[in-house]
């Protein structure tokens, strides 16, 4: 068993980088009993009883937008996936969690405190752009300009990154996620139905998309009329989920702006030159990548895992005693002052 672990705590997903490698990808989702809470299905299995789960039992997400939001539901959560990495050995890992850029103190402690109770040994907090860099090997200790963005579920994250900090970030709560709600939203205004989050989710999926389609593609899903309440069949196209999730694209876009509005000039000049580097799962619905570069008229480096990328980068960077040395010009924010309890 690894003494060192990496942990990306999503709104949707935990990832768990040990060795060289991730060892654990399962849902940010726990199913528990009402009345009681003793925990029923944690995982993929708790997810898959989303909609379908009678009145004695809940599905929870304790992981909003990056943040504990039920604090005992998350101690459970994170303690299972620990004990399966782990498998219960006398030795306690010591990790590193990534967390959205600009947590207040109190919510930082708060992820602290529940991996620790979880089984941690040590736990530290790195910021996720930081762990995006190290997870990509990036060299951003030079005074160079390089810009990230990692569009999460629960969150889009921006950075500007310079001789080893963090210049100019944000943490926009507005991501993948969105897209799911707003394709709910729109199913029920145009076609008059209920659909549910997994169902959307499948939507964008199969056929969501930023950019129009030269070619219409579309597909058949099942929701439930407001009207009737009983169950029924409707076609969606992928240029109406394009509309639905146009709003949702422009305020990822108005956060990227901000940033670079906010950064020196020279550092945006190195950027436009070397590309911004993008990834996380919420970039991977059609036509991103190839949009945003266009209205930003700058070139978008995608990179071959999106998704773990940020996992990677908290086992590297735990794992790496380079990131840790007092002779780097890393302070809080970056990889000098991880708060390490």
Same mark, same amino acid.
């Given at each position: 068993?690894?003494?060192?672990?990496?942990?990306?705590?999503?709104?949707?997903?935990?990832?768990?980088? *040990? !060795?060289? @490698?991730? =060892?654990?990808?399962?849902?940010?989702?726990? #199913? &528990? $009993?009402?009345?009681?809470?003793?925990?029923? %299905?944690?995982?993929?299995?708790?997810?898959?009883?989303?909609?379908?789960?009678?009145?004695?039992?809940?599905?929870?997400?304790?992981?909003?937008?990056?943040?504990?939001?039920?604090?005992?539901?998350?101690?459970?959560?994170?303690?299972?996936?620990?004990?399966?990495?782990?498998?219960?050995?006398?030795?306690?890992?010591?990790?590193?969690?990534?967390?959205? *850029? !600009?947590? @207040?103190? =109190?919510?930082?402690?708060?992820?602290?405190? #529940? &991996? $620790?109770?979880?089984?941690?040994?040590?736990? %530290?907090?790195?910021?996720?752009?930081?762990?995006?860099?190290?997870?990509?090997?990036?060299?951003?200790?030079?005074?160079?300009?390089?810009?990230?963005?990692?569009?999460?579920?629960?969150?889009?994250?921006?950075?500007?990154?310079?001789?080893?900090?963090?210049?100019?970030?944000?943490?926009?709560?507005?991501?993948?996620?969105?897209?799911?709600?707003?394709?709910?939203?729109?199913?029920?205004?145009?076609?008059?139905?209920?659909?549910?989050?997994?169902?959307?989710?499948?939507?964008?999926?199969?056929?969501?998309?930023?950019?129009?389609?030269?070619?219409?593609?579309?597909?058949?899903?099942?929701?439930?009329?407001?009207?009737?309440?009983?169950?029924?069949?409707?076609?969606?196209?992928?240029?109406?989920?394009?509309?639905?999730?146009?709003?949702?694209?422009?305020?990822?876009?108005?956060?990227?702006?901000?940033?670079?509005?906010?950064?020196?000039?020279?550092?945006?000049?190195?950027?436009?030159?070397?590309?911004?580097?993008?990834?996380?799962?919420?970039?991977?619905?059609?036509?991103?990548?190839?949009?945003?570069?266009?209205?930003?008229?700058?070139?978008?480096?995608?990179?071959?895992?999106?998704?773990?990328?940020?996992?990677?980068?908290?086992?590297?960077?735990?794992?790496?005693?380079?990131?840790?040395?007092?002779?780097?010009?890393?302070?809080?924010?970056?990889?000098?002052?991880?708060?390490?309890?």
């Amino acid at each position: 068993m690894r003494a060192t672990i990496g942990i990306d705590i999503g709104s949707d997903r935990i990832r768990i980088y *040990s !060795g060289h @490698s991730i =060892v654990l990808d399962e849902p940010s989702c726990i #199913a &528990v $009993k009402v009345y009681s809470g003793e925990p029923v %299905a944690f995982g993929q299995k708790a997810r898959d009883m989303i909609g379908k789960t009678g009145e004695n039992v809940s599905v929870i997400n304790p992981i909003q937008r990056g943040v504990i939001t039920e604090y005992e539901e998350a101690l459970m959560l994170i303690k299972e996936y620990l004990g399966r990495v782990c498998k219960n050995k006398m030795i306690k890992p010591k990790v590193l969690c990534s967390m959205p *850029s !600009g947590l @207040s103190a =109190v919510q930082m402690r708060s992820i602290i405190r #529940a &991996v $620790k109770a979880a089984g941690a040994r040590t736990a %530290a907090l790195i910021e996720s752009p930081i762990a995006l860099a190290v997870g990509l090997d990036l060299d951003f200790s030079t005074p160079h300009g390089t810009v990230v963005v990692d569009v999460g579920a629960g969150t889009t994250d921006v950075a500007v990154l310079s001789l080893g900090r963090l210049v100019q970030c944000a943490s926009a709560k507005t991501a993948g996620c969105d897209f799911d709600d707003a394709i709910v939203k729109y199913v029920r205004k145009k076609h008059n139905i209920v659909i549910g989050e997994m169902t959307a989710r499948r939507i964008k999926e199969q056929i969501g998309c930023i950019s129009k389609r030269n070619i219409e593609i579309g597909m058949t899903v099942k929701g439930n009329s407001i009207y009737t309440g009983l169950p029924i069949s409707f076609e969606i196209t992928a240029n109406e989920v394009c509309e639905a999730c146009e709003d949702v694209y422009s305020l990822m876009v108005k956060a990227i702006r901000e940033v670079l509005e906010r950064t020196p000039p020279e550092l945006v000049s190195d950027a436009a030159n070397d590309g911004i580097y993008l990834t996380g799962g919420g970039m991977l619905i059609h036509g991103f990548e190839k949009r945003l570069g266009e209205e930003l008229s700058t070139k978008i480096k995608t990179v071959p895992d999106p998704i773990n990328t940020v996992a990677r980068g908290t086992g590297v960077a735990l794992g790496n005693a380079k990131y840790f040395s007092k002779g780097g010009d890393y302070r809080y924010r970056n990889l000098g002052e991880l708060i390490l309890e």
